[in-house]
């Protein structure tokens, strides 16, 4: 079995859990379960989990980052190359951290409060060796009204690459939205692809090349997901995913007139 989560911020307005729930959700799944970055083996018969956090806010850096080395998991981290700046020197931390995250990728809310890890701080991160760095497009837009969709993944990757030093094969759908077109052009650059939807994944694979995410984030508690009861509706859930991926596949590219 092969569960994917999703995650975006830490202690913030939404998209968030606060830093004591997520300890013991962290904790809990080093404790039971068989943590891989992709590709990694998988172990048969277990339970294999990848954590991913999107979007690389300050909060990730500052809250979720010490937490993950201290207990000693891995995740992937999956960065929009537009919002990022080279130094946070300039902006105090508290102001990074308050940024609604409604507003982080608004007009120049990235360059002048600096919601999002900066380069300096993405470098140590990847250099930790507890995280793998992927791609989360240019620009975060919605690759269904991309004008350039091929741009958006070369893009990011190149950047990414130069920056951080290392091979970049794994991307990050932006809102989870693609369809056939996108995912083909996403496998000619990437190894790996992730999407949104609750269900076992079962390999690196996935469905048909994409892997599915169960929603991590607003976590009442820090276990109940991981329940015996739970972990079978995942296994019948991919099912469902099947349906999703080929209803995903088939959604229409609507170019926005701008
Ligand atoms: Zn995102």
């Known amino acids: 079995m092969l569960l994917c989560c999703m995650y975006h911020h830490v202690g913030a307005d939404k998209l968030s859990n606060s830093l004591p729930i997520l300890e013991k959700h962290f904790q809990y799944i080093k404790d039971n379960f068989n943590v891989v970055l992709p590709g990694e083996p998988l172990i048969e018969d277990a339970v294999n989990v ?102 958006e993944l070369a893009d990011s990757k190149e950047i990414l690459q130069e920056k951080l ?13 693609f369809n056939a077109s996108i995912v083909k052009h996403v496998r000619k650059q990437f190894k790996y692809s992730f999407a949104v939807g609750a269900g076992d994944n079962r390999s690196w694979d996935g469905i048909d090349g994409v892997l599915f995410r169960m929603y991590c984030d607003d976590l009442n508690d820090p276990t109940s997901m991981f329940s015996k009861w739970n972990l079978r509706k995942y296994r019948v859930q991919r099912y469902r995913l099947f349906v999703k991926k080929w209803l995903m596949d088939h959604a229409p590219s609507v170019q926005l007139a701008s």
């Open 50 to 151: 990848c954590l991913v956090f999107d979007d690389a806010s300050y909060s990730f850096y500052s809250y979720a980052f010490p937490l993950i080395k201290r207990i000693g998991i891995r995740v992937v981290l999956a960065v929009s190359t537009k919002f990022i700046v080279d130094s946070a020197n300039r902006v105090a931390p508290h102001v990074r951290l308050h940024v609604a995250v409604d507003e982080m990728m608004l007009g120049d809310t990235f360059s002048k409060s600096i919601p999002f890890c900066s380069w300096e701080e993405l470098l140590e991160i990847s250099n930790s060796g507890n995280v793998k760095i992927a791609s989360h497009s240019y620009s975060h837009c919605n690759l269904l009204q991309s004008p350039d969709v091929e741009a």
């Open 165 to 177: 030093q290392k091979e970049v094969d794994a991307f990050v759908y932006p809102y989870g939205r």
